[in-house]
């Protein structure tokens, strides 16, 4: 019997705000309101459940404002402090080979592979849009990777 795993692992990834200021043109770079504590408090769980009732989920919206016409705000394009959840997906595999028949010429292989063994949600990017209603928050599809699942095969080898 033989039998693998693999562990699919990242550290957390930043994410950064984003707003348009130029004829809705994305990408430039919001204004930071000093003091402020840009990143919400409480688990990854809390902080999506509050994402998906309004902004301020995952982001404090409170803490950027739109910069003046035609300039970019104050907030880097990378913000340390901002980073959604990381990988940690683990998918595992089990196969037996059994040869059978006159001079074990016929053989036969059966697998059992589980994906996202350990059924561990990873959580998408939150809106990084300043200024949208939902900045800050989650809309529409929040798990972005799959449910486990667990398929068997079997194959016969002549």
């Known amino acids: ?7 699919a692992s990242s550290s957390p990834t930043q994410t950064a705000p984003s707003g348009a ?11 930071v309101v000093a003091g402020c504590k840009k ?21 404090n919206s409170a803490c950027f ?5 035609y300039t970019f705000g104050d907030e880097p394009r990378v913000d340390p402090s901002l980073t959604a959840d990381g990988i940690a997906n683990w998918d ?11 001079d074990n010429k016929i053989g036969f292989e059966f697998r ?8 561990r949600t990873q959580f998408g990017p939150p809106a990084n849009t300043a200024g949208a209603g939902n900045f800050g928050g989650f809309s529409g599809q929040v798990q972005m990777n799959t449910p486990r699942l667990v ?8």
């Open 112 to 119: 059992a592979e589980i994906f996202n063994t350990f059924n």
């Open 92 to 102: 595992f595999a089990a196969f037996k080979h059994t040869t059978f028949g006159p």
């Open 151 to 158: 398929q068997f095969a079997g194959k016969i080898v002549f």
């Open 1 to 7: 019997m033989r039998w693998s795993r693999l562990l």
């Open 39 to 59: 990143a919400t408090s409480g688990s990854a769980q809390s902080r999506v459940i509050r994402g998906l009732s309004g902004p301020n989920g995952w982001i």
């Open 65 to 69: 404002t739109t910069p003046a016409a």
């Open 21 to 31: 200021n130029y004829y809705g043109a994305p990408g430039l770079r919001p204004n």
